[in-house]
């Protein structure tokens, strides 16, 4: 089951996503009531959180209800059918209280940038953070190029997990059955910004370098939309892809993570309390621009896709 909010900020809508329509949850519970006599409840919530796992009498009752548009409630009341390219789609959690991001959890990628990818064993998640209120960006909605640095922005394809119920010191064997569903992440990233260049040199500058090129506004689209947790029991077997202008440049596996997403939740949830509406994003694939000095460009469109999910569609503009 894929689920999204569309509409605008003032006033959200929820809905059943796929590519040729979304169906507004509200307006065919309603429909469904009428028909049936059945009522669905949570259906004016705007908060997808309340309709994914561990809410599992509302998706009882949403199962049913897809089950009757599928039979021929929708064929009775097209009208229902909303076309996904006449309505705005918006970030799955608006204001999740925190965006987790990963580095070097692909052996490729790590290698591709000029390091040595190391086992499991022999290190740790390397977890940073965004802010959600300015990074979070719309499906559809432009990525602004910053006017501070505009030369060297970046992609990153990143299958991200939702958290459906609180988590603190989950086991790797447990942490799955905290989330509440995966949706996509395309982790923008400026390579090379140098703040105040003429400065003088500090031990942990590059760190700090690498950190302020992932803050800027916009700089995190998510979407288009969250698969529910129990449509996906393995998160390690997605095939993931993004396009730049048409062209393939990452292809790939979630199954070449060096951290799975169990152990990942296990790892931040021994330091920080993991919420409901907690993002995290695992980690990219190899293929990022800056291997062979491709950067993004205004007018430049990219499709991340991943299995199951869908294409997180962003375009670029400059600031």
Request: aromatic share 8%; no cysteine; charged share 35%.
């Given at each position: 089951m894929r689920l999204c909010r569309f509409g605008?900020?003032?006033a959200p809508r929820v809905?059943?996503?796929?590519?040729?329509?979304?169906v507004p949850i509200r307006e065919a519970a309603e429909a469904f009531a009428r028909t049936t006599g059945l009522h669905l409840g949570n259906a004016e919530s705007t908060d997808l959180l309340d309709f994914l796992p561990p809410h599992a009498d509302t998706i009882r009752g949403l199962e049913e209800l897809r089950r009757w548009l599928d039979a021929d409630g929708l064929a009775k009341n097209p009208a229902l059918a909303l076309d996904p390219g006449a309505v705005q789609l918006?970030?799955?959690?608006?204001r999740p209280n925190k965006i987790f991001l990963l580095a070097g959890n692909y052996a490729d990628h790590v290698r591709e940038s000029?390091?040595?990818?190391?086992e499991r064993a022999e290190t740790f998640p390397y977890v940073f953070m965004k802010p959600p209120s300015t990074t979070l960006s719309h499906p559809g909605r432009a990525i602004k190029l910053p006017?501070?640095?505009p030369d060297a922005v970046d992609w990153e394809l990143e299958l991200a997990v939702v958290i459906g119920r609180k988590a603190k010191h989950v086991s790797e064997a447990e942490a799955l059955d905290h989330v509440a569903g995966y949706t996509v992440v395309n982790d923008i990233s400026?390579?090379?910004?140098?703040p105040n260049p003429d400065r003088k040199k500090r031990d942990r500058d590059a760190f700090f370098d690498w950190l302020h090129g992932k803050w800027f506004d916009s700089f995190c689209p998510c979407g288009p939309c969250i698969v529910s947790a129990a449509a996906i029991p393995d998160p390690q077997a997605l095939r993931m892809k993004l396009e730049l202008n048409g062209q393939v440049k990452q292809d790939a596996s979630t199954a070449q993570q060096i951290f799975p997403v169990a152990a990942v939740i296990e790892f931040i949830s021994k330091m920080v309390t993991l919420e409901?509406?907690?993002i995290i994003s695992t980690g990219t694939p190899a293929g990022v621009g800056s291997t062979t000095g491709t950067f993004l460009k205004p007018g430049d469109v990219m499709h991340a896709w991943i299995?199951?999910?869908g294409t997180l569609i962003t375009p670029v503009e400059a600031e």
């Open positions: 605008s900020g003032d809905g059943f996503f796929d590519e040729r329509r979304i918006l970030v799955p959690i608006p000029g390091e040595t990818a190391r006017a501070a640095a400026q390579r090379r910004y140098r409901p509406g907690d299995e199951g999910i």
